[in-house]
């Protein structure tokens, strides 16, 4: 057993943190290559057709202009099986936004002014972007993100409403939302042509090198040699530093490809493509909007007698991907009569994907906000009310709890928060401000990704290497895996160095739902061991030992969550309506904390991405054109520093013994599960009006 | 793109009259994003920065001086050096964009934006500003009230470029209001400013964000000529107030967008008047 | 259609040759590799390109090069000095006040530029006595701090890192 003695849980500063604060860390772009070109796509102006012509004679014609890419000269693909992946090759456009070509020029300023010249005639078709809840064609898929059913029905959630003492039955919906990272997707391709195939296919030699923003180095390297018909190992991504992702830079998008298309259209030089920040909006991913309906039947003492979660969202006609909104509902608390299920709507529109913590995010401000519904209407403290219906078992598997200490994080809270000065609704007046205080609770599961492998080298003179292609998009992953190592190690802290960010390492699973430092901690633990199993604690320089991220047999056995409190305060203007949050409160249930200054990081950032959901962010589809109307941070807007006053974590002092090697459940997404809903029941509490449609805008709260 | 750098005024008037395609950029936050954005790229960019003589400020002479405020004087420096002469424009001017935006740009520069949004205008409404356009064909002045043409269009032929902007000094208690969905770095939903003249007995207002273009509410300000106790003591009267934000919200016609509804753009301009009218006249107290 | 200017970028004279199109941004980062500011929107909004042109804090997005020549500019990487942090830096490293790093040149920019904007006495939408000398509170350093964006969302440590520098 490995003694957590000196670096795991204590506040080590972040390993890379000298070279981002001096702004020596660099970012994919700021990668130097040799003799570089600049790509710049050309975006579909219809939602919906076909191209009928292009014509790109101006654009080639600018001074500078190496290349006009387009879908009748673009080189074929290998697999065109994932239609966001297929870039340029057919003539069809499935959302407004979608690349119909790129342009490759020596400068990006004549790259971009070549593109806007390349002149297309679209056949148009009819287009349909709106989602509503009453529209024909929803569909339920066959499973949603994750991997799990899309419905699930347990006893008779008709009846039980029916012969409840206390229901609730309301529809809730989020509008769509941009992860926007402050870093736009940057690929940087590069090609060893090896031999050229007849016809601009790839041929046997070829060897590709992609700069990339991405998520997952190795995630991204056995995409696209699938796409590109390469063997994984000619395929090479190198990611050390990440603006920032929060999912959308999880799995390949269709820049990727159009990168790399762009540099095999110019041999001999590496290309650049960068996204604008309105281009993102079409193609970097988004969080679909919902339309949420929850129902909620409970004896007059609160004691949930059904659960119903039933979604409705969209999803990309061309690529499905159906958030599990709902299935957080299944967990949550005990009733015996539940049912949830996911319906989606093949829609005109740009892709979406993962935004932190998807499912739970969009789902716990619908059944948060609900619970809060069914405590006013009981008259029940929404505390009480929420330990009243913590469930013994996990209700949907059955399982034990690895550890379910919901109830601590509230009552926690509570006494930090001063919870007993919450006063009913709309009576607390401060000047002309209405003060409330609102609380939720929040969950995230356990997920640790099979398919992560470390290995430890012996520098020599006291110091070790581990190397696993994992990526630190901020969340403080890099100094975790060199903290477990070191102790996995028995070394001090300074005497290990962790390589990441390149599929050249070792495999490393995404760094997505929340599992990068359980998954990869895990594999480092592991090949620790099997290093000083090997080698013993006097190895020569050179020695190298590696390992696997083990099974883990505890993940079939019990039911893993973690689980927080979210509290906030909101002060509304009662003649403006204007909504301002001054106090914000997370207690966390996370396992092991490996280091409380990053964690604490991650927390209060998932918290501040929750209020900036819960008041700012809606992306406007114009269903006329399908066009994001609010393409821009100016627009788009998200929360900035004024917005965010004292937001503060803090978690329960545990491990999870039944959570691998490191006792940890992971903690970058559960910061904004229930943030918003905290925020809305707060506006309740101050203002007496319940909002159930995101963002809260002040238009709302005026009556 | 050409681009065009006059060394002095006399240069740019005549570029500008040969050039009348060029668009003039001075510190650049408006122009830059249109360009930046790919929307209507100009085909020739008319540089004032080198035009020294542009970053200054100056009285006017004559019996009413006003305040010269030249095409190339930011915002910051617009606050450090006239707020006390020009408070409620200083207020305004402290909500442009964001502190390095503010470094940059001026005032002259968003009245040639003339976005409906921009948060200059309304204080410059209520202060009954004059604009300096000048062209090789001469000067003119045109009125604050008769510059906003419609949305992004202004009073200004081809050949002419905007000098200096001339503001009258404070003569009572000045305010500015705003209301935005973030709480800094934000597009008015909408905006109100209003300008008390103690000695003349009059009010200036100004709306931004809530028509075509920025535009002043002259019933308001006819009522409160007319109905406010100018030598009362204590503070105003509320149905007063009252009334006056009522007045204020009926001289807007805005409309539903990203931003905000057109019902909420009335009623928080009535809101806004309201309060903005009472600070402004606690003020005359202090 | 190229120009040619002169900047003196971190301390070192840079002469370079340039379209005119090109913004200062682009200017430092593609042809001077001087990849500190970072772009994050290309449209002012979100303050990561932040720079000190000449001493003030300024996106520079949103400035032609071709009209800074002879100006100096200091970036993230020129606040640090022989490889020592600036101040402001260390305070970043000391709170944990950045997660991606990619905002963080443009904040520690910004704020230095912010600290010396108060030094002068510069009032904000938030200071209420605007005759005095400026009490750096926690409200002035969020409102001063508000034209960068951090979507990781390390605002309230930023706050406790300046509030430390406000204080020495």
Request: charged share 20%; hydrophobic share 40%; with cysteine.
């Amino acid at each position: 057993m490995t003694v957590w003695r000196e670096a795991v849980g204590t506040p080590a500063a972040r390993v890379e943190g000298p070279a981002k604060v001096t702004g020596r860390a660099g970012y994919t772009y700021d990668r130097p290559v040799t003799d570089p070109a600049y790509a710049f796509p050309v975006q579909a102006t219809i939602a919906r057709g076909r191209v009928a012509s292009i014509d790109s004679a101006a654009a080639a014609g600018v001074e500078g202009v190496l290349a006009v890419v387009t879908h009748r000269d673009a080189a074929r693909l290998a697999d065109t099986g994932d239609a966001e992946l297929a870039v340029l090759q057919s003539d069809e456009v499935g959302f407004r936004g979608q690349f119909v070509g790129v342009v490759v020029a020596e400068t990006p300023q004549a790259a971009r002014y070549a593109a806007g010249l390349v002149r297309v005639e679209y056949e148009q078709r009819p287009h349909d972007t709106e989602l509503r809840a009453d529209r024909p064609g929803l569909y339920a898929p066959e499973q949603v993100n994750g991997g799990f059913v899309s419905d699930t029905d347990e006893g008779d959630v008709d009846a039980a409403m029916e012969a409840a003492a206390v229901t609730v039955d309301r529809a809730y919906t989020t509008p769509m939302e941009f992860n926007s990272p402050m870093e736009p997707h940057v690929s940087v391709a590069v090609w060893d042509p090896g031999e050229r195939a007849p016809g601009g296919g790839f041929a046997e030699g070829a060897r590709l090198t992609l700069f990339d923003s991405t998520q997952g180095p190795h995630v991204v390297r056995s995409t696209l040699a699938q796409v590109f018909g390469l063997p994984p190992e000619r395929v090479r991504v190198i990611s050390p530093y990440v603006g920032g992702g929060f999912g959308s830079k999880g799995m390949p998008h269709a820049h990727n490809v159009l990168a790399a298309l762009a540099a095999w259209a110019v041999p001999g030089r590496p290309v650049k493509l960068a996204l604008t920040r309105q281009q993102m909006f079409a193609l970097a991913g988004h969080r679909t909007p919902t339309i949420q309906r929850v129902r909620l039947g409970a004896g007059a003492d609160g004691r949930l007698t059904a659960v119903a979660h039933e979604v409705v969202e969209h999803t990309s006609a061309i690529k499905e991907f159906a958030e599990q909104t709902a299935v957080g509902a299944r967990m949550m608390y005990a009733a015996p009569n539940r049912r949830t299920s996911h319906r989606l709507a093949a829609l005109d529109v740009p892709v979406p994907s993962w935004m932190r913590a998807p499912g739970e995010a969009p789902g716990f401000f619908a059944l948060e906000v609900a619970m809060d519904e069914l405590a006013q209407a009981c008259g029940l403290d929404p505390i009480e009310l929420r330990a009243r219906n913590d469930p013994e078992v996990d209700p949907e598997s059955g399982r034990p709890w690895s550890g379910r200490h919901l109830v601590r994080c509230l009552r926690e809270g509570a006494a930090r928060f001063g919870w007993a000065e919450r006063t009913a609704p709309g009576t607390r007046l401060v000047g002309r401000e209405l003060v409330g205080l609102g609380v939720a609770a929040s969950t995230y599961p356990y997920y640790r990704l099979p398919g992560s492998r470390a290995v430890v080298e012996y520098e020599g003179g006291g110091r070790y290497t581990v190397r696993i292609g994992a990526a630190d998009i901020g969340t403080g992953a890099w100094t975790a895996l060199t903290q477990i190592a070191a102790d996995a190690l028995g070394c001090r802290l300074r005497a290990v160095r962790v390589e990441i960010g390149d599929s050249d390492l070792p495999a490393a699973t995404v760094a997505g739902g929340s599992s990068g430092t359980t998954s990869w901690g895990s594999a480092v633990v592991a090949a620790c061991r099997a290093f000083r199993h090997v080698y013993g604690e006097q190895p020569p320089a050179g020695a190298e030992a590696g390992a696997d991220m083990p099974d883990d047999p505890d993940a079939e056995r019990f039911a893993m969550h973690s689980f927080g409190a979210q509290f906030a305060e909101v002060r509304v203007d009662a003649d403006t309506g204007e909504v301002r949050v001054p106090r914000m409160l997370g207690v966390f249930s996370v396992g092991r904390v490996v280091n409380p200054r990053t964690a604490r990081s991650q927390f209060i950032g998932g918290m501040t991405m929750g209020l900036s959901m819960a008041l700012h962010e809606r992306g406007v589809l114009d269903h006329r054109t399908g066009h994001v109307i609010n393409h821009d941070l100016a627009e788009y807007h998200i929360a900035t520093h004024a917005d965010v006053v004292d937001v503060d974590a803090v978690w329960l002092d545990e491990e999870d013994v039944h959570a691998g090697p490191l006792g940890a459940r992971g903690i970058g997404e559960i910061g904004i599960v229930g943030a918003a809903a905290a925020i809305a029941n707060a506006v309740h509490n101050a203002t007496g009006v319940r909002v159930r449609d995101l963002p809260i805008t002040p238009d709302v709260l005026l009556r | 793109m050409d681009f065009l750098r006059p060394a002095t005024w006399e240069d740019a008037l005549a570029m500008k009259a040969a050039r009348p395609d060029a668009t003039p950029i001075q510190g650049g936050t408006d122009v830059m994003v249109e360009i930046n954005l790919d929307k209507g790229r100009p085909t020739a960019l008319l540089d004032l920065n080198p035009v020294a003589e542009l970053s200054r400020w100056s009285w006017t002479a004559g019996p009413a001086p006003m305040l010269r405020v030249g095409a190339g004087v930011t915002y910051t420096r617009l606050i450090a050096e006239l707020g006390g002469w020009l408070p409620g424009l200083a207020q305004a001017s402290r909500t442009v964009g964001s502190p390095q935006i503010r470094n940059r740009g001026t005032l002259v520069g968003n009245l040639g934006a003339a976005s409906p949004a921009g948060d200059g205008h309304p204080p410059l409404l209520a202060s009954g500003a004059l604009v300096e356009a000048e062209s090789v064909r001469g000067t003119r002045l045109i009125p604050i009230g008769e510059f906003y043409m419609g949305v992004k269009r202004n009073a200004l032929e081809g050949d002419e470029l905007i000098r200096a902007v001339h503001v009258p000094p404070a003569a009572g208690p000045q305010c500015f209001a705003k209301v935005g969905t973030r709480n800094a770095m934000v597009i008015a939903v909408c905006s109100f400013a209003v300008a008390l003249d103690l000695r003349a007995r009059r009010a200036g207002t100004g709306i931004g964000s809530a028509a075509p273009t920025p535009r002043r509410a002259h019933a308001a300000e006819e009522f409160l000529a007319g109905e406010l106790d100018w030598d009362g003591a204590g503070p105003v009267d509320p149905a007063l107030a009252r009334r006056f934000g009522e007045l204020v919200a009926e001289a807007a016609a805005p409309i539903d967008d990203v931003r905000g509804r057109a019902d909420y753009r009335r009623h928080a301009l009535a809101v806004m008047a309201r309060r903005a009218l009472g600070w402004a006249w606690a003020e005359r107290e202090v | 259609m190229d120009a040619r200017i002169t900047l003196r970028v971190d301390g070192r004279v840079r002469p370079l040759a340039l379209d005119t199109r090109t913004t200062l941004l682009d200017a430092l980062r593609d042809h001077l590799s001087v990849t500190s500011p970072k772009k994050g929107c290309d449209h002012g909004q979100c303050g990561a390109c932040t720079v000190l042109l000449d001493g003030r804090r300024v996106v520079s997005c949103l400035i032609l090069a071709v009209t800074c020549d002879g100006a100096e500019v200091t970036t993230a990487q020129g606040l640090a000095q022989e490889g020592e942090p600036h101040p402001v830096q260390r305070a970043f490293l000391e709170k944990d006040a950045f997660q991606c790093g990619f905002c963080t040149p443009g904040q520690v920019c910004s704020a230095v530029g912010m600290l010396e904007e108060v030094k002068a006495g510069h009032p904000s939408e938030v200071t209420d006595d605007l005759t005095g000398p400026v009490t750096l509170d926690d409200e002035e350093i969020r409102e001063r701090l508000s034209g960068n964006l951090c979507r990781c969302g390390a605002y309230v440590n930023i706050v406790a890192a300046l509030r430390e520098e406000a204080e020495s």
